[in-house]
């Protein structure tokens, strides 16, 4: 508070003078305001920073997004996994060819040409 000058009426009289109350007025209302934005900010800090808050949520957001591609991915791959099995059980041409691959066989007559990595020493056959 500033320095008050006191006449002689103002120092015997029981009431506050206008300039005192308007400066508690001003005193309350910076209080109030100091507290109201204290308040503002720890909420504020609260919803950004809590476990439950902003950024845990966005993280979760990004996993949500993370497994429905997985997903997605995990459906394709199942799709095309049931169709392999329909077509193992329903075709005998298909059901040939897959163990022809797989095992190396060939019918009478045919040859099979395999193709070997070259070795890593450099000589060839």
Do not use: C
């Amino acid at each position: 508070m500033g320095l008050r000058r006191f006449s002689r009426e103002h120092r015997y009289s029981k009431k506050p003078a206008r300039s005192d109350l308007k400066q508690r007025s001003n005193g309350n209302r910076r209080l109030f305001y100091v507290i109201i934005v204290s308040v503002f900010v720890i909420v504020a800090a609260i919803l950004v920073f809590n476990r439950h808050g902003f950024i845990a949520l966005a993280g979760l957001k990004r996993d949500v997004d993370r497994i429905a591609l997985l997903i997605d991915s995990l459906n394709t791959e199942l799709d095309s996994l049931e169709l392999e099995i329909q077509k193992l059980r329903s075709d005998s041409v298909y059901l040939e060819k897959i163990v022809r691959e797989i095992l190396g066989w060939g019918r009478e007559g045919e040859y099979i040409v395999k193709f070997a990595s070259p070795d890593s020493t450099g000589i060839p056959f």
